[in-house]
Structures are given as C-alpha cells and as structure tokens.
C-alpha cells in the first residue's frame, strides 16, 4: 500500500494518522496525502485485473492500516450503458454508474464508510457513530454489526421512519435530534470531542472521504482505462465530486490512463443547492441554504466541501444544475422506464440535472 499521511489542505501542516478532521492551524479540512513513487512499480492494470471484483483492488491507493483484510465485498458496481435515455435527454452516448446495488446496503455510502471502519479498528475503537440523513446510517449500522463494534446514529427527527428501518434491525443506537441535518452534525462533532467514539463523517473523515475515489477508479477501469469527456455527479456535502476528480488525477500521475481533460458537472435539488447556487452566481464560497426537499439523502445546506467542490467544477470547465422535486419524481420514473433502473432522489436529481445540462448544450 502507499505510505500516507493527512495534512492541511490549505496551509500543508502535516498530522500524521489520527482520527481528525480539522487543522489546529488554520482550522482548514484535512485530507489524506499518499506518497505515489512508493506503488508506482505495484499500482498497474495488470495486478488490479488479477483483485477480486470489489473496491478493494485499489486498496494500494486507500489508507488503510496495514494488514488490513477486507470483510465484505464492497463496490465495483456496474457501469450501464444506457440504449434508451440518451435519446430521452438529447445525447447520443450515456453510462450509469449504479451504486444502487453497492453491498452491503444497495448505497454509495457503502465504499466511505468500509474505509472509515478499517481506521476505526485501527484507532482503537469500539463504538462507531454518524450524523445521517438515511442511506448512511444503514451502512454504518451495517457495518459496525459485521465488525463487531457498538453504533451510534444521530438523525433529524422530521425524518421519514422508512429511511432508518434497516438502521435499527442491525441493533444500533438511533438517536432523533430536533432540528436539520447541519444542526445534528454539529451536535456530533461535540459529542466526538467528549467521548473515545469513531464518528465516520466527523473525525474518521478525512479517510472516509478517500473511499469515494473508488467510483472514479471504476469508472476508468470500466471504460478499458479511458476517462470520460464528462461526468454528472450528485452533491450533498460535496466530497464526491472533488474524490472522483483525485481518483481521475491520481490514475493520470501512476500513468494508468491517458491524460484529457473531464468536465465535471454538479448536481443539486434546487431546494437544497447551496453549491450550484454558488456556481451560477460565479461565487467561490457558499451560503448556506435551510433544506426543503424530498431528496433528503442530499440535503445538506452547509456542506463541508462546498468550497472544493466549486473549484472542481470551475477548473474542469464543467457548471452545476438543480432541479425541483417535481422534476425529481419524473426523472425516477424517466430512469426506470427507459433503463430498468429504479433509484432513489438522489438518482433522479443526477438524471434531472444532466437532461438540463444537456437542453443548454
């Protein structure tokens, strides 16, 4: 595996491996830094062809503890090429990277939260924890009963009760707070601070992000290492636009896909947008938003990668689109009638927001 270490993303201060998330510094976001030379002869085509059908044939680029041994099957989902959507948005050529049946909950949630458990077990945890709005709940709830840890799951209490149904039958602890999902990650974020627990999207963050890069590996590998011209991709906090963008960046520095560029495209419900408001404004930093709409797995009104995921999609010359709940429901059905695909909001905002991508050329 490559040598690793977190470090500031703004003012570059090293930290070593810990479970943080935050620069003492210059309280900027942590990310995770990998020393490329140290896989460079072991990273190839030929030796990931030769891993198991899983995420895990790209640990070498994933910081996990050493010794790690992967318990479940996460990831490498199908990558669809769709015959009959395209057609429906006025473009000629489509793929669907279908997270929808991602193991072990049929969410992308899946891949980031394998990865922040490897380091929890690393840390020495036994009790893991989360701030969800559904499908990351019952991954973490998932994961923590194969793993052997306790579970912990902070949730808005407006919450539908069908979101966490699976979040209780894997025995966590679900905890309702009143108020928005940024108000109960606050909340976690103390609760990290007081107590020796795990929280996947406070202080394991920075390797729980890392996991996201996996769907940008797949989607080159699925594509006979090639990258796209463009990629839609749907937003919440914002990490994995910016992951898939590293993953993208990082196949291009080990020399395992030809350099070119991607544009990369954002996706928003429009009651929630903070970060394509931001973009079509021509901002660079976000206004936080109160969330209102059914896509609830993305409504996130201050995400904590909204600033990097502007960047992003500025640097790709790519732009960012959102869309109403109205138009959410009837992309679902778009995406299923025309490709057998049934997903959830955040599948129906991707669809909804590429069909006005592509109405504005």
């Known amino acids: 595996m490559a040598r690793y270490e977190l470090r500031c993303r703004e003012c ?15 309280f900027s976001p942590l990310e995770v830094f990998y020393d490329y030379d140290s896989v460079r002869a072991t990273f190839t085509r030929e030796r990931i062809s030769q891993q198991p059908p899983n995420m895990w044939r790209y640990a070498e680029l994933l910081p996990l503890p050493e010794g790690f041994r992967p318990s479940l099957p996460v990831g490498f989902t199908p990558l669809l090429n769709a015959p009959h959507l395209p057609e429906r948005l006025g473009t000629k050529r489509l793929f669907i990277k279908n997270d929808a049946v991602c193991l072990p909950t049929l969410s992308f949630k899946d891949r980031v939260v394998a990865v922040a458990l490897a380091q929890a077990r690393n840390f020495g945890f036994d009790t893991v924890a989360c701030s969800s709005t559904g499908n990351l709940a019952n991954s973490v709830a998932a994961q923590a009963a194969r793993g052997g840890f306790k579970a912990w799951v902070f949730i808005p209490s407006d919450l539908e009760p069908a979101k966490i149904l699976g979040t209780k039958v894997y025995g966590a602890r679900v ?16 609760i990290a601070d007081e107590h020796r627990w795990g929280f996947v999207n406070v202080n394991l963050r920075a390797y729980y992000a890392e996991g996201s890069k996996t769907v940008g590996f797949e989607i080159a590998e699925q594509l006979r290492w090639r990258l796209p011209d463009n990629v839609v991709v ?15 960046d990082e196949l291009i520095e080990l020399g395992l896909v030809e350099p070119k560029p991607v544009k990369i495209f954002g996706a928003q419900a429009t009651g929630c947008s903070p970060i394509s408001t931001a973009v079509k404004a021509g901002q660079s930093d976000i206004e936080p938003q109160k969330p209102a709409t059914l896509a609830r797995s993305l409504a996130i009104g201050n995400p904590a990668d909204g600033h990097y995921a502007i960047k992003t999609i500025t640097k790709s010359g790519g732009w960012a689109e959102d869309v109403s709940d109205r138009e959410v429901v009837e992309c679902i059905q778009l995406l299923a009638e025309t490709e057998g695909v049934f997903t959830e909001t955040a599948g129906g905002v991707t669809v909804g927001s590429a069909r006005k991508l592509y109405q504005q050329g």
């Open 234 to 248: 749907p937003m919440a906090g914002g990490s994995l636009i910016n992951k898939i963008k590293k993953a993208f």
């Open 175 to 190: 905890v309702p707070i009143a108020g928005s999902y940024d108000q109960v990650n606050r909340l976690c974020s103390q």
């Open 12 to 26: 570059g201060k090293t930290w070593g491996h810990q479970p943080r998330s935050i620069c003492d510094d210059c």
